[in-house]
């Protein structure tokens, strides 16, 4: 597919009708997105300097199926970043400088099928993160910083298919033995 400037095109960004790329732009704060036209299904921000994102900044985008963040410098992202993103199927935070993560942010993403916070500084998944996300089949939180994960942060992934966690520096001790028992009858339910 040949992506080309269009009208409703932001000028930092590459776009077809459903697609805005703006990978690589050396973007230091988010472009107005409004602009966008409405069929955009596809939003890719990686490879910029995004350190900050304001809590309307995907107002308006409720097509978008896939939004790619990684490879930023995002370091805290509000409650409710993503509320009216419902048809949000794939979202990328890969390779930022995460610590947390509110136990709202998934909020009314109910479409959401993967997603990657791999790489960052994680230290905990907070309960509640992923109550609502039972449609989640793919999950990556490969190379953070956790040692432990609660049981009842992830029962609510019934459908989970694929999960990652390699590269974290474990506390093999008596409580990881919950989790333990939630992955074994992940894996033989």
């Known amino acids: 597919m040949q992506l080309q400037p269009c009208s409703g095109c932001l000028s930092v960004c590459v776009c077809s009708s459903?697609?805005?790329?703006?990978?690589?732009?050396?973007?230091?704060?988010?472009?107005?997105?409004?602009?966008?036209?409405?069929?955009?299904?596809?939003?890719?921000?990686?490879?910029?300097?995004?350190?900050?994102?304001?809590?309307?900044?995907?107002?308006?985008?409720?097509?978008?199926?896939?939004?790619?963040?990684?490879?930023?410098?995002?370091?805290?992202l509000p409650a409710g970043l993503f509320a009216e993103l419902a048809n949000l199927s794939d979202l990328s935070l890969r390779n930022n400088s995460l610590t947390a993560l509110d136990r709202d942010l998934l909020q009314g993403l109910g479409s959401l099928r993967r997603l990657d916070v791999s790489l960052n500084g994680l230290a905990a998944v907070p309960l509640g993160l992923l109550d609502q996300q039972q449609g989640l089949t793919w999950l990556s939180l490969a190379g953070n910083r956790l040692q432990a994960l609660e049981r009842a942060a992830f029962e609510p992934l019934v459908n989970?298919?694929?999960?990652?966690?390699?590269?974290?520096?474990?506390?093999c001790d008596c409580n990881l033995r919950d989790f333990k028992h939630w992955m074994e009858w992940l894996i033989y339910r």
């Open 18 to 76: 459903s697609e805005a790329d703006c990978s690589g732009r050396g973007l230091v704060a988010l472009p107005v997105l409004s602009s966008l036209p409405s069929s955009t299904r596809t939003l890719l921000l990686p490879n910029n300097r995004l350190s900050l994102l304001p809590t309307a900044a995907f107002t308006n985008l409720s097509s978008l199926e896939r939004l790619d963040l990684s490879n930023n410098y995002l370091d805290n």
């Open 160 to 171: 989970l298919q694929h999960l990652e966690l390699g590269s974290n520096p474990w506390e």
